[in-house]
């Protein structure tokens, strides 16, 4: 039986925890070995990465890095190459448009002795869009090789949409999705790229406003639903979480009891009586893996809203940032590993879920 490597291409925002997750709970989930590729020698990384190798991960990089890698102390083990093609799964978790680029230069050469490639939310159209529990059904052994791990945003809004308005519901409840994206700035791990104040977005798709819906009706379109949705964006000047405004119309009247049951029977939704960000954000730096709540999303109680009719759900709720598409990650990952076996195999993080926050 060939070994099980699975091998992530980044050390960012989400590669790092990834690569740290998978390690920690190797046994557990049947992965023989873990390894990752770091792109750039610096010494700033350097105790990132004796961190990672220290949990049992092993290094690889470009060919001509190594002498750059030695000299701070770090020693490679596989060129890129090579990592690549010993693994049995690879996870992309560079810079928006370099996995496209990765795609071509390097896993469509290794198609034939790789059981799959993933690539994150920034890399529209890359592969088959997934996200934990939305859309499981739609993946196809015999036609997906290459999977795309849909945006944290876009598994919030999913979440909100198949739980409140598509359980329990034959023929589906919702006539319309409207949903406004208030977006952090930039990650706490990051320096560049915050905004000074809030920045409003642009309506770029003409169908859906933003991507976080266009990539919503995409993934529900994949399971044979196509649901009327719109999304807008903003940036705030913020590192804590992005926020998500929902206001959903359902044919078939509702309660605030029903959708707090609702809310309350999907192990992949936490919900909190916080309302402020930061106390959200700082629960999940205490209390979760790699300081990441997993949960697809964290719903503000205070802030839901049934209308006299009982047909429009209105709310706010929290991203977890990359703790949902890290979990879909894993399990995109362990379905090429186990395809008949990956729901109990990945059971093992369900301490690492929320039932409130």
């Not at 030695?70 to 992309?92: K, M």
């Not at 997993?294 to 709310?315: C, M």
């Not at 706010?316 to 940032?321: D, G, M, R, S, V």
Request: net charge neutral.
């Amino acid at each position: 039986m060939p070994r099980k490597i699975v091998h992530i291409v980044g050390t960012g925002t989400i590669g790092e925890p990834l690569i740290g997750l998978l390690c920690d709970f190797r046994e557990k989930l049947g992965i023989d070995e873990v390894t990752f590729h770091k792109n750039t020698p610096l010494t700033t990384d350097r105790a990132k990465v004796k961190a990672l190798l220290k949990r049992g991960a092993r290094l690889a990089t470009l060919e001509d890095r190594f002498d750059g890698f030695n000299a701070i102390g770090l020693r490679p083990e596989f060129t890129s190459e090579e990592a690549i093609e010993r693994a049995s799964v690879v996870i992309d978790c560079t810079p928006s448009g370099i996995g496209h680029q990765n795609k071509t230069q390097y896993y469509d050469r290794f198609r034939h002795n790789t059981f799959g490639f993933i690539a994150q939310g920034s890399e529209f159209g890359f592969g088959k869009m997934y996200a934990r529990g939305i859309n499981d059904q739609a993946l196809d052994p015999k036609k997906d090789q290459f999977i795309q791990v849909v945006s944290c945003n876009t598994h919030n809004l999913c979440a909100i949409i198949k739980t409140l308005t598509l359980e329990d519901e034959p023929d589906g409840n919702l006539i319309s999705g409207r949903f406004v994206m208030i977006r952090r700035a930039n990650d706490v791990s990051q320096s560049s790229s915050f905004v000074p104040s809030p920045q409003v977005g642009k309506h770029e798709d003409q169908v859906y406003g933003t991507h976080h819906a266009r990539d919503a009706a995409l993934l529900f379109q994949t399971v044979d639903l196509n649901l009327n949705l719109f999304s807008s964006a903003m940036k705030v000047n913020t590192q804590y979480m992005h926020s998500l405004h929902f206001h959903l119309k359902v044919n078939n009247p509702t309660t605030p009891q029903k959708v707090l049951a609702k809310l309350d029977g999907n192990k992949r939704i936490a919900t909190t009586d916080k309302r402020d960000a930061c106390e959200v954000f700082s629960f999940g730096r205490d209390q979760g893996h790699y300081g990441r709540i997993l949960n697809h999303t964290v719903v503000a109680i205070p802030s839901l809203h049934v209308s006299s009719d009982g047909k429009d759900i209105t709310g706010f709720c929290f991203t977890p940032q990359d703790g949902n598409s890290l979990m879909s990650s894993i399990s995109a990952a362990m379905w090429f590993l186990y395809p008949h076996s990956y729901e109990s195999k990945i059971q093992c993080l369900l301490p690492l879920f929320f039932d409130e926050v």
